[in-house]
């Protein structure tokens, strides 16, 4: 009896010490180095390799970065990562957050950061001299993405063609999940038809089916992986450009 239930305790704090490593290696900086792209407005640029367009350029006020390592083939592509410097005289204690707009490689960089995501890693004072460096060590670490008044949504790629090909971009995944397939509902088979991740963001097929198109997005995040079904149906009368509202809300 006595040996089965120090069994149970030794397994118990095991459990408690393997949980408390998860948290911790969730938390925990990663060093790297970090440079920036020149831009004439500071904001991020709307050719970026996520496919993002002018959303890649603006959003979370284009406090925005290319990166190598963390682009995962594109599954990175709107990840947010907290980010900031370690020179303690020129860097601001909390640093920048940022998203995952585009790739770049720099100079054993993880990040190259838009002007106005760089300027936000300096001190007030200091903001010409952080930028006169060029490229600085930082640390870094993946943060929730948070989009207040938005829901996953999917935009028809303008490179889409109606009704023989349709390339979908997703925005606004919010969390820290990434989306790692996407199918829409073959009506006439009776069956989940995945779509191809063309580059980035982007997701396309070719000859979808005819009618409303139901989508739903594998998402891989810190509760693992499931399948979330839109809302909303892709309307029949699809339009390039145009942009559609999941009404899923991810966390």
Same mark, same amino acid.
């Given at each position: 009896?006595?040996?089965?239930?120090?069994?149970?305790?030794?397994?118990?704090?095991?459990?408690?010490?393997?949980?408390?490593?998860?948290?911790?290696?969730?938390?925990?900086?990663?060093?790297?180095?970090?440079?920036?792209?020149?831009?004439?407005?500071?904001?991020?640029?709307?050719?970026?390799?996520?496919?993002?367009?002018?959303?890649?350029?603006?959003?979370?006020?284009?406090?925005?970065?290319? /990166? %190598?390592? !963390? $682009?995962?083939? @594109?599954?990175?592509?709107?990840?947010?990562?907290?980010?900031? #410097?370690?020179?303690?005289? +020129?860097?601001?204690?909390?640093?920048?957050?940022?998203?995952?707009?585009?790739?770049?490689?720099?100079?054993?960089?993880?990040?190259?950061?838009?002007?106005?995501?760089?300027?936000?890693?300096?001190?007030?004072?200091? /903001? %010409?001299? !952080? $930028?006169?460096? @060029?490229?600085?060590?930082?640390?870094?670490?993946?943060?929730? #993405?948070?989009?207040?008044? +938005?829901?996953?949504?999917?935009?028809?790629?303008?490179?889409?063609?109606?009704?023989?090909?349709?390339?979908?971009?997703?925005?606004?995944?919010?969390?820290?999940?990434?989306?790692?397939?996407?199918?829409?509902?073959?009506?006439?088979?009776?069956?989940?038809?995945?779509?191809?991740?063309?580059?980035?963001?982007?997701?396309?097929?070719?000859?979808?089916?005819?009618?409303?198109?139901?989508?739903?997005?594998?998402?891989?995040?810190?509760?693992?992986?499931?399948?979330?079904?839109?809302?909303?149906?892709?309307?029949?009368?699809?339009?390039?450009?145009?942009?559609?509202?999941?009404?899923?809300?991810?966390?």
């Amino acid at each position: 009896m006595g040996f089965a239930l120090k069994n149970q305790v030794f397994l118990l704090c095991v459990m408690v010490l393997l949980l408390a490593v998860l948290c911790y290696s969730e938390d925990t900086f990663t060093r790297s180095r970090a440079t920036y792209y020149g831009s004439p407005d500071c904001y991020g640029t709307p050719s970026g390799a996520c496919g993002f367009r002018e959303f890649g350029r603006t959003v979370n006020d284009g406090s925005v970065a290319g /990166v %190598s390592r !963390l $682009f995962r083939n @594109g599954t990175g592509c709107g990840a947010c990562y907290q980010v900031r #410097c370690t020179t303690p005289q +020129y860097c601001a204690d909390e640093g920048v957050n940022i998203v995952v707009t585009d790739y770049g490689e720099g100079d054993k960089t993880d990040f190259i950061l838009s002007p106005r995501a760089y300027a936000k890693l300096a001190r007030p004072n200091v /903001v %010409s001299q !952080l $930028f006169s460096y @060029g490229v600085v060590d930082i640390e870094y670490r993946r943060i929730s #993405c948070k989009y207040s008044g +938005y829901n996953l949504m999917f935009k028809v790629d303008e490179n889409s063609n109606y009704p023989s090909y349709l390339a979908i971009l997703l925005m606004y995944v919010a969390g820290k999940n990434d989306i790692t397939a996407v199918e829409l509902w073959q009506e006439d088979f009776q069956q989940w038809v995945a779509m191809r991740r063309a580059y980035g963001a982007v997701w396309d097929l070719a000859s979808p089916p005819s009618g409303p198109i139901k989508l739903r997005f594998q998402v891989s995040g810190s509760s693992g992986i499931k399948w979330v079904k839109s809302k909303n149906d892709l309307p029949s009368d699809w339009k390039a450009g145009a942009a559609y509202d999941s009404y899923i809300q991810l966390t």
